[in-house]
């Protein structure tokens, strides 16, 4: 156990000292970390309870996503009983189903059929308990309903949360922050952390819009003001200009082009007027029928939709044929870049509302460093001051390899760009006390062999040996719990679960390495008869 070949040490050596390094950065401005390759600006990043920032918890509207799949089986019920050529009448979504009257009583059985098909086993363990998406039934008279079970809105409200997951995402990493977290919490929440950002306004005016875009045809046959008394059509509905002083449109609801077909979209200025616009270009499928409707339509006005409110409404002068244009509407310079970022991160599949909103001052964040600071400068202390005066000599080699091991865990940090938040310091400290222990284990076996009758090289290296399954046992049962800490845990709770895990993995390391290395050299050049411990 004590004999190192030049290799080995030399490999030990190497790899803690590079280990270290990768935590140098961090002592270094952050101007001056810029400047350097970008393989070496790998550093620690202060999470929310150490630099400050905004908090905010969403909550995905659950009504919401219930109305949009009543409306989706009504417009599957009316493509369904159309291409099957069924006189029907009466199609409507109500609170918690959907209905439609079969007007030939010969038809019914086919129409149950066929719209049976529109219902499909929900996945995971709901689809092993026999659970479907929808429920048809025949409630007699020619009434067919389909009702939509509370396990299907459920799933569709899972489903809505990892969507708007992605997408909430997306729109804050292109406000340029640093770092964010984003995660669930719970069932239908969504926790986002941004460290650094002290004014949320622009990040919830972000965050708080849908941002759900269409492309439809102004509906001219009807004046607006007519179809504000109820004169409107069952395809057409009323929405109001986006912009101050609100102006009534009467607008189909059959969409022509929708934002999911988009593929990027980007600020700008109109060259001949100067005024900021969202220039905008759609895929192949969004230009081919982007081209398709304008060529139909020349002469015609037609309405860009964003979140039920037009935001212009222009007239068709020719078809747009290369599958992209531009969207003007007394835009801001801000503003045409936050509809920028909205388009190109997606729509939202449900509202995202905002039940609690908390900001944290730099002031609170710089006193928690400088508290976690103290905790952390007196807990080494007290550790160096106990193994000096329990271990003297072997207490030296403890501490040194107790230091590098702290340096270690900064360095595997630094390295995976890992958020610092004040239970991770704990973690850190706490890691401090493992990484004592293992050695305390491994001095305490070397005195248990002193005394049952080796000389001191013999104990030495029977100490390392039998100390070996013991701290093995403890590290790998603490390295569980930290696992489980992690997977189950949120925020707070999983960084002080890395910080722990790296933390032991580097205890091993230099215990059984470091620490041993250390150990070996020292006999190696005094041939020691005794053993100062």
């Not at 029907?88 to 109500?94: D, F, V």
């Not at 979140?307 to 222009?314: C, F, K, R």
Request: with cysteine.
């Amino acid at each position: 156990m004590l004999y190192f070949t030049r290799w080995k040490a030399l490999a030990i050596i190497l790899t803690a000292l590079a280990v270290c390094l990768c935590a140098v950065p961090n002592f270094f401005p952050e101007h001056t970390v810029k400047t350097w390759p970008k393989w070496a600006q790998r550093h620690l990043v202060l999470g929310l309870d150490l630099q400050g920032g905004s908090h905010i918890l969403l909550e995905v509207d659950s009504n919401s996503v219930k109305k949009d799949k009543l409306d989706q089986v009504r417009d599957d019920v009316r493509r369904i009983l159309r291409e099957a050529k069924i006189v029907y009448t009466g199609l409507a979504a109500r609170a918690d189903y959907a209905e439609v009257r079969i007007s030939k009583d010969a038809e019914i059985p086919t129409a149950l059929t066929k719209l049976r098909e529109l219902s499909q086993p929900l996945g995971g363990l709901l689809g092993a308990n026999g659970q479907r998406s929808l429920e048809v039934s025949d409630a007699g008279g020619g009434l067919i309903r389909l009702t939509v079970p509370p396990a299907a809105i459920a799933d569709r409200v899972r489903q809505s949360v990892e969507q708007s997951i992605q997408i909430v995402e997306r729109r804050v990493n292109e406000l340029g922050t640093v770092e964010p977290l984003i995660q669930r919490q719970g069932t239908d929440r969504i926790l986002v952390q941004v460290p650094g950002l002290q004014d949320p306004t622009r990040l919830k005016e972000l965050l708080g819009k849908t941002a759900k875009l269409d492309f439809r045809m102004v509906d001219s046959t009807v004046p607006p003001e007519q179809a504000m008394r109820g004169g409107v059509s069952a395809d057409s509905e009323v929405l109001m200009s986006s912009q101050s002083p609100k102006t009534p449109y009467v607008i189909k609801k059959s969409v022509l082009v929708s934002g999911a077909d988009l593929t990027d979209a980007q600020p700008g200025f109109d060259q001949r007027s100067g005024e900021p616009i969202v220039s905008f270009r759609f895929n192949t499928s969004g230009a081919r029928k982007f081209a398709r409707a304008t060529t139909d339509n020349v002469g015609q006005p037609f309405a860009i939709v964003l979140d039920n409110e037009v935001i212009s409404a222009p007239v068709i002068r020719e078809p747009i044929i290369g599958g992209s244009g531009q969207i003007s509407g007394s835009f801001t310079v801000q503003g045409a870049n936050d509809l920028s970022i909205l388009l190109r991160a997606g729509a939202l599949p449900a509202p995202l509302t905002i039940i609690e909103e908390r900001t944290v001052g730099p002031g609170l964040g710089q006193d928690s460093i400088e508290k976690g600071e103290l905790a952390a400068y007196v807990g080494s202390i007290l550790v160096i001051v106990f193994m000096l005066l329990t271990y003297r000599l072997f207490g030296v080699f403890a501490n040194i390899a107790v230091a590098i091991n702290v340096a270690m865990i900064f360095g595997v940090l630094s390295l995976l760009n890992a958020t610092l938040t004040l239970p991770g310091i704990a973690g850190i400290v706490l890691t401090v006390g493992i990484a004592v222990d293992s050695n305390v284990l491994i001095y305490e076996r070397i005195r248990e062999e002193i005394r049952g009758g080796r000389n001191a090289i013999s104990a030495i290296d029977a100490g390392f040996k039998r100390a070996l399954s013991t701290i093995l046992d403890s590290n790998i049962t603490t390295f569980i719990a930290a696992a489980v800490l992690f997977y189950i845990g949120t925020g707070p709770v999983r960084g002080f679960a890395v910080t722990l895990g790296i933390g032991i993995i580097t205890t091993v390391f230099t215990a059984f390495t470091l620490t041993r290395l250390i150990v070996a050299a020292w006999v190696r050049w005094k041939r020691p008869h005794s053993v100062p411990i």
